[in-house]
Nanobody
Framework: GLQLVESGGGSVQAGGSLRLSCAAS????????MGWFRQAPGKEREGVAD????????FYADSVKGRFTISHDRANNTVHLLMNSLKPEDTAMYYC??????????????????WGQGTQVTVSS
């Protein structure tokens, strides 16, 4: 099946930037809904951004709109999440998710078929 491996997490000060990557293997992720979720300690997992790789349409949670950018690198079968102007409340484990087709895009995710293992993002004030 499809395997997802995240990278790029780390520790930054507030106002800084990070770029997360989700490398997919096993299948091309063309015509997939690819999303980034995050989960902070004691909180539920929440979707922050997704992209339908069939047409490049993107969607963002209000909390990250204008600061985060999701993109699809077709040549490398990878999805990136560029995070600018980071805030302490962005601290969380970030997970990549994938589902065939575009039905879940728009942060309308149901039961996710594929998850990555997560990468930690810590933002200090």
């Amino acid at each position: 099946g499809l395997q997802l491996v995240e990278s790029g997490g780390g520790s930054v000060q507030a106002g800084g930037s990070l770029r997360l990557s989700c490398a997919a293997s096993g299948y091309p992720i063309d015509y997939y809904c690819m999303g980034w979720f995050r989960q902070a300690p004691g909180k539920e997992r929440e979707g922050v951004a997704d992209i339908y790789t069939g047409d490049g349409d993107t969607f963002y949670a209000d909390s990250v709109k204008g600061r985060f950018t999701i993109s699809h690198d077709r040549a490398n079968n990878t999805v990136h999440l560029l995070m600018n102007s980071l805030k302490p409340e962005d601290t969380a484990m970030y997970y990549c998710a994938a589902d065939p087709g575009g039905g879940y895009c728009g942060l309308k995710w149901g039961q996710v078929r594929y998850w990555g293992q997560g990468t930690q993002v810590t933002v200090s004030s």
